[in-house]
Structure formats: structure tokens, C-alpha cells
């Protein structure tokens, strides 16, 4: 088993800035992957950004440029830098941890970007 949990989120107005993270705690196997997906009101689940325990990192193309995913292996922390919010980033981010056999996923943490 593998815990998920998230903190960060909140409201911001638009150009503004927020940081999520999200601790993974259980039986940690060394090569993994973590990430963000979100989903809006009314949308599926999407793709934010994922990083490798390699360090390989994959975003989706609405916030490249915009937001940055790191990670501390020791720690098992993954941290999402969302910088130049917009309105439509406003969703429900979800903190995702996945090995070759298992996928997990955090309680959600909202992000709503308003002025």
C-alpha cells in the first residue's frame, strides 16, 4: 500500500503563484513515477505533469512554461511550482504515485484561480 498526501492549493488571482505537494509513505519501490493530473467541473481527468524516481519529466502542453515538477527521492516529495495562473487552470489537482504493478491516488486538493 502506498499513501497520498497532498497539501498546497487555495485561491489565487490570475499571474499568480501556488505550490502543491504531495508525500508518498508505505512500501516505496525505488523506481516509480509521480505526478498531477486535474479535473475541472464538467472534464475528465487530465495530464498536469510527471517525473520520474529517474528524474524524467513530462507535462501537458497548456502549462509548459508555466509550471515546474520536482521531486526528492529520500523524502518520497513530489512538488508541483504552478506559476502564471489563469482562470483555466481552476480544477481539483490530484496527486498520482504509480510502480510497475500499482497505481495510487491522493484525496484532491483545489485550486481556484480568480480575481
Known amino acids: 500500500q502506498v499513501q497520498l498526501v497532498e497539501s498546497g492549493g487555495g485561491l489565487v488571482q490570475p499571474g499568480g503563484f501556488l505550490r502543491l505537494s504531495c508525500e508518498a509513505s508505505?512500501?516505496?519501490?525505488?523506481?516509480?513515477?509521480m505526478g498531477w493530473y486535474r479535473q475541472a467541473p464538467g472534464k475528465e481527468r487530465e495530464l498536469v505533469a510527471t517525473?520520474?524516481?529517474?528524474?524524467?519529466?513530462n507535462y501537458a502542453d497548456a502549462v509548459k512554461g508555466r509550471f515546474t515538477i520536482s521531486r526528492d527521492n529520500a523524502k518520497n516529495t513530489v512538488v508541483l511550482q504552478m506559476n502564471s495562473l489563469k482562470s483555466e487552470d481552476t480544477a481539483v489537482y490530484y496527486c498520482n504515485f504509480r510502480d510497475w504493478l500499482r497505481n495510487y491516488w491522493g484525496q484532491g486538493t483545489q485550486v481556484t484561480v480568480s480575481s
Open positions: 508505505g512500501t516505496i519501490l525505488r523506481a516509480n513515477t
Open positions: 517525473i520520474t524516481s529517474g528524474g524524467s519529466t
